[in-house]
Antibody, heavy 114, light 107 residues
Framework: EVQLQQSGAELGKPGTSVKLSCKVS????????MHWVNQRPGKGLEWIGR????????IYAEKFKSKATLTADTSSNTAYMQLSQLKSDDTAIYFC???????WGQGTLVTVSS | DIQMTQSPSSMSVSLGDTVTITCRAS??????VNWFQQKPGKSPRRMIY???NLADGVPSRFSGSRSGSDYSLTISSLESEDVADYHC?????????FGGGTKLELK
C-alpha cells in the first residue's frame, strides 16, 4: 500500500520559514515526480511545483519561485518543501502527491500569525 | 499558463441525478486532464486520469469525456457519498493548473 505521511501542523511568524516533510512508503520516490499543492481556506487547489527525486531537478509555478524550495532525500524516501518569508497569505493546507497525482499525503496546515 | 475554466462553481443536486461538470482549457492539453474528488478535511482523490480513464476503485457511475477543449466529468445516479468538491487538473504543460472547483450540495 502506498502511503504519504506529511509532517504536523506548523505555526509560523511572518518573515520566518517552515520546512514540511512528506515521507513515502510503498513507492520508491526515485521512480516518480513529487508534486506539492496548496489549498487556502475555502479555496481551490493550486500547484506549487515538483521535484524529480532521482536527480533533484525542480520546476516551480512562477509565483512560488521565491517562496518554495523543494528537496528530496532518496535514502529516506522523503521529500521536503521549505516555505520562506512567510506572510499571512501563505496560510493554507499543503499537500504532497506522487504517481501522477494518484497518491496524496494527508496535508499539512501552515498558519502564519504573529 | 494554461487556464482551466471550470463550471459550474457550485451545483444543487438530488440523489439519483446525473451531474456533469466541465472544464474548458485555454489551449490544447490533449488527453492530459485529471479529475479529483475532495471531501471536507480530506485530501483530493483521483477519479479520472487521461481525460477518460477511471482510476482504481472508482465506481463506474463516474465517467470522463472530452470534446475539443472541453473536458467533462459525469456522475450518473448520484449517491450521497458523491456529494463533495470536484477539481480538474491539466498536466500537459508546466505549470500544472487546476480548475476553480465545483461544490456539489444536496437540495
Amino acid at each position: 500500500e502506498v502511503q504519504l505521511q506529511q509532517s504536523g501542523a506548523e505555526l509560523g511568524k511572518p518573515g520566518t520559514s517552515v520546512k514540511l516533510s512528506c515521507k513515502v512508503s510503498g513507492y520508491n520516490i526515485r521512480n516518480t515526480y513529487m508534486h506539492w499543492v496548496n489549498q487556502r481556506p475555502g479555496k481551490g487547489l493550486e500547484w506549487i511545483g515538483r521535484i524529480d527525486p532521482a536527480n533533484g531537478n525542480t520546476i516551480y509555478a512562477e509565483k512560488f519561485k521565491s517562496k518554495a524550495t523543494l528537496t528530496a532525500d532518496t535514502s529516506s524516501n522523503t521529500a521536503y518543501m521549505q516555505l520562506s518569508q512567510l506572510k499571512s497569505d501563505d496560510t493554507a493546507i499543503y499537500f504532497c502527491a506522487i504517481g501522477g497525482f494518484a497518491y496524496w499525503g494527508q496535508g499539512t496546515l501552515v498558519t502564519v500569525s504573529s | 499558463d494554461i487556464q482551466m475554466t471550470q463550471s459550474p462553481s457550485s451545483m444543487s443536486v438530488s440523489l439519483g441525478d446525473t451531474v456533469t461538470i466541465t472544464c474548458r482549457a485555454s489551449q490544447d492539453v490533449g488527453i492530459y486532464v485529471n479529475w479529483f474528488q475532495q471531501k471536507p478535511g480530506k485530501s483530493p482523490r483521483r477519479m479520472i486520469y487521461r481525460a477518460t480513464n477511471l482510476a482504481d476503485g472508482v465506481p463506474s457511475r463516474f465517467s470522463g469525456s472530452r470534446s475539443g477543449s472541453d473536458y467533462s466529468l459525469t456522475i450518473s445516479s448520484l449517491e450521497s457519498e458523491d456529494v463533495a468538491d470536484y477539481h480538474c487538473l491539466q498536466y500537459d504543460e508546466y505549470p500544472r493548473t487546476f480548475g476553480g472547483g465545483t461544490k456539489l450540495e444536496l437540495k
